[in-house]
C-alpha cells in the first residue's frame, strides 16, 4: 500500500507518517474537552531527492488557495495496515529541511481537514 494524492503515488515513499493528536479547543461546563470535528496526518521523509521536493510543492501550489484533494493514508484507528482515501482534505504547504548531497532532509506534509 503506498501514500498517494489524488491518485499520485509520491516518486519515493515517506520514511513515516502519523495521526496527529487533535488539540482540545475549550472545556464545557460540567470539564468535558471539546476537540475539533476533524483531524491532520503528518508525512514525513528522511531524505528527499529533487523531483519529490518538486511534486510535493507543485500538489501545494495547485490546490493552495481554494482545492482539495483525496489523500490515500492509513485509515485511522483501523485494526491492521489499512490505506483509505480521504476526500476533501487540505495540504498545507511542505516543510524543507536542510540541502545534503543533492538530497533535501526531514521533509514534512501535514495534510488537514480529514473526517474520521
Known sequence: MTYKINGVEFPIQPTSGRWINKQPFG???DGHAMYPGV???EVRWGLLDATGTNQLQNFFNG???TGTVVAEIPKYAAPGWIFYAYSGVLVREPEFGTFFNTYTQDVTLII???RT
Open 63 to 65: 490546490v493552495s488557495v
Open 112 to 114: 488537514s481537514q480529514i
Open 39 to 41: 483531524r491532520e496526518f
Open 27 to 29: 472545556v464545557t461546563g
